[in-house]
């Protein structure tokens, strides 16, 4: 298989998002509502994040053989730059939601468990396809992710129903996230020339094609979950092409601070 630059910047994509997302989640490791949600959101954040470096090792090898330069997995998360990131915009964004008043406010865990269901809804889908990609490497990292998100749907989607379904303080918050996280939903899907260079060479779908599916999963469970679907925006955001929010530079800031104080140490 000839290497491409749409073939590299399509797992760094699948990296980054892994990556940022999972820094996300372990926001609420010694902070999680419940012990059992503390460890469970501390291990799905080890899933992304183990995911992120299986996908930055290919992408260094992807690299290589592109350019020459030999990277590695620190190099990407570490010593990047914010426009180099192309994770997609609803990983970055803060637990807080639309219900705080600013910045410091408490974590909202609906916030969390929405955001989680609505990407592992889609990665379930994007992993069993990627499965038979074209690229052997990414489809064995595929193989390995399909166990551990399709654990995170589930998780996620348990806990929504409880909220949707539960007191009306907690369907609130449900429905507040819902609302505030779905439009960033739209990213997923939005047509790009890498992931047309992609489906070309049979290395993976294009999303798109998976939004039926992803759309089916996703009103069954908020359906049981007493919770309204809210109407599409025009909007899309654009993280995926290196254009974030306003969050991605905290976000970045704590987690590359102390590998950009002692570069090339080790532990």
Same mark, same amino acid.
């Given at each position: ?9 399509y797992v760094l994509r699948l990296a980054d998002t892994a990556l940022i997302l999972g ?7 010694? %902070? ?29 090898? @992807? ?58 809804? @889609?990665?379930?889908?994007?992993w069993n396809a990627l499965a038979a990609s074209s690229d052997e490497q990414l489809a ?11 654990? %995170? ?14 007191t009306e303080e907690s369907h609130r918050r449900a429905q507040a996230a819902l609302d ?52 599409? @925006? ?12 306003? %969050? ?13 104080? %002692? ?5």
């Amino acid at each position: 298989m000839t290497t491409t630059p749409e073939h590299l910047a399509y797992v760094l994509r699948l990296a980054d998002t892994a990556l940022i997302l999972g820094q996300r989640n372990a926001e609420w490791s010694g %902070h999680g509502p419940i012990l059992e949600e503390d460890i469970a959101l501390s291990n799905m954040s080890l899933d992304l994040i183990g995911q992120a470096r299986l996908l930055y090792t290919h992408a260094a090898a @992807l690299e290589q053989q592109l350019t020459g330069r030999q990277r590695t997995e620190d190099d990407y998360a570490y010593f990047r730059a914010e426009r180099e990131f192309a994770n997609y915009t609803l990983a970055e964004l803060p637990h807080y939601g639309p219900l705080a008043g600013t910045a410091q406010a408490e974590k909202d865990y609906a916030v969390t468990i929405v955001r989680n269901f609505l990407y592992s809804a @889609l990665m379930v889908h994007l992993w069993n396809a990627l499965a038979a990609s074209s690229d052997e490497q990414l489809a064995a990292i595929a193989a390995k992710s399909i166990k551990e998100t399709s654990y %995170h749907v589930h998780h996620a989607g348990e806990w929504l129903i409880r909220f949707g379904d539960g007191t009306e303080e907690s369907h609130r918050r449900a429905q507040a996230a819902l609302d505030y996280l779905m439009p960033y939903t739209s990213e997923f899907f939005s047509a790009d020339a890498v992931e047309d260079a992609i489906a070309a060479a049979g290395i993976g779908p294009r999303t798109s094609e998976l939004e039926a599916a992803w759309l089916d999963e996703v009103r069954a469970t908020l359906d049981e979950a007493t919770l309204t679907l809210p109407a599409p @925006l025009k909007h899309v955001s654009t993280g995926k092409h290196g254009e974030h929010s306003e %969050h991605m530079g905290f976000v970045l800031a704590e987690m590359q601070s102390l590998a950009r104080q %002692h570069p090339g140490a080790t532990w």
